[in-house]
């Protein structure tokens, strides 16, 4: 059976390998951020997960949407302008292959997963406790698949201080949660029209 189906069981086992590469590290960073709400007095983050609107929920889409795409934007232009090429070998040899067998479902699942934990933890926790700097930094380090990648790492503390601010302007940790899930289901979409294009 494996001899008739060997192009399936290929795409199958590198479907599961890029799920359980995000959600492991997901989930062990929404362990350690609920053991830190669990140990901690002052419980920004619940107070930060009570107000929700409509406002906010679109104000978060917006976002999020605007986000996805001028990442995509600053990838065609690298491209075009045949600079940092670092970047365009990011979205097309590396993170381009991984998201491309993945099916709808799994991109909303890694999409929502890797918002809530990521903004529970570095808008949360380490911008609520140690500052814009640190929170933003850290979330551009873990971000960066290797130095040769830098850029991307810059790319993602800028919006790290973006969901910063927006968590300031509006009290709610809803903004930049549905924002990053938002921007990260937009772009595993665009990074697999990326792989059909190439």
């Not at 919006?159 to 903004?175: A, D, E, I, K």
């Not at 921007?183 to 990074?191: A, K």
């Amino acid at each position: 059976m494996n001899d008739k189906h060997p192009t399936y069981n290929s795409l199958h086992s590198s479907r599961e390998k890029i799920l359980w590469t995000v959600i492991i590290p997901q989930m062990i960073l929404l362990t350690i951020s609920t053991l830190w709400i669990y140990f901690d007095s002052k419980n920004y983050v619940l107070q930060y997960l009570k107000k929700f609107n409509i406002k906010i929920f679109a104000c978060a889409v917006i976002t999020g949407v605007i986000l996805a795409f001028l990442g995509y934007g600053f990838y065609k232009w690298m491209k075009k302008a045949k600079k940092c090429q670092g970047i365009v070998e990011l979205f097309e040899d590396v993170l381009s292959p991984a998201f491309s067998n993945l099916q709808p479902r799994d991109i909303v699942i890694l999409s929502m997963v890797s918002g809530f934990s990521e903004e529970i933890f570095f808008r949360g926790l380490l911008f609520t406790h140690f500052g814009i700097i640190v929170s933003s930094l850290a979330f551009g380090i873990l971000h960066m698949p290797g130095f040769k990648f830098w850029i991307y790492a810059v790319w993602a503390a800028l919006s790290g201080v973006l969901f910063c601010f927006f968590l300031s302007l509006s009290g709610s940790l809803w903004l930049p949660i549905i924002a990053h899930i938002i921007n990260n289901m937009i772009g595993m979409f665009i990074l697999q029209k990326v792989k059909n294009s190439i």
